[in-house]
Structure formats: C-alpha cells, structure tokens
C-alpha cells in the first residue's frame, strides 16, 4: 500500500514542479519536457533514481524523468562492457520500444486528422 502513495507522491511532485516552472518563468513545454529528462538523467548518473524507482515504483517510471534515467541507464551497460564506445551503442537499449510507438503512432494519427495550420 505504501508503493501507490509515494507513487503518487513523486508523480504528482514532479507534475506540480513542471506546472510553476510553466507558470512561473517564460520557458515553454518543450524546455521543461527537456530540463526533466536531464534532472532525470543526473539522478540516474548520482545513483539516487534507482532508489526512488523502488520506493515509487510506476510513480516514478511514468514521468518524463525516467526518460532520462533510462537513457543513461541502458549507455552505462554497454559502457561497463565495452567501454566508451559503449555509450553511444547503449543510450537507445531500454528506451527504442518506446520511440518507435511514438514515431509509429504520431505518423498513423497525422494521416487519419487534417492538422491545422
């Protein structure tokens, strides 16, 4: 039971720091949607995403942070078994299934709705 309150704890953190980032400064969605992936990224790097992934659970793998964790997570992998190079061979491992339903989905919904300009 704890699991689904500190899962809706960070998620709903996380949301209601980007909602008076949006509020609160001239950056765009675009820009928060990037600075959470790179807070993401840097949590993931400290060692301490890990952490609240266990604790949090879906909560904490829902939110565009994990995007970043994730990211860094598969390149380090490689890069513990193939060095440097590793880095760019493994920054896409735990995160293509994702892209590809995006990309894939994006392009089946532009061609049944008629964007407007």
Do not use: R
């Amino acid at each position: 039971m704890d699991t689904y309150i500190y899962a809706f704890l960070f998620c709903g953190f996380v949301c209601m720091v980007s909602q008076l980032i949006l509020d609160n400064t001239k950056l765009t969605p675009g820009h928060v949607t990037s600075l959470f992936v790179v807070i993401g990224a840097a949590l993931d790097l400290a060692g301490i995403y890990d952490k609240i992934v266990l604790y949090c659970g879906a909560g904490a793998i829902i939110p565009i942070t994990s995007f970043g964790h994730l990211l860094i997570h598969g390149a380090m992998d490689i890069a513990n078994e193939n060095g440097v190079i590793g880095l760019a061979l493994g920054i896409f491992n735990l995160t293509s299934a994702g892209i590809s339903v995006a990309v894939v989905s994006a392009f089946i919904l532009a061609l049944l709705f008629k964007p407007k300009h």
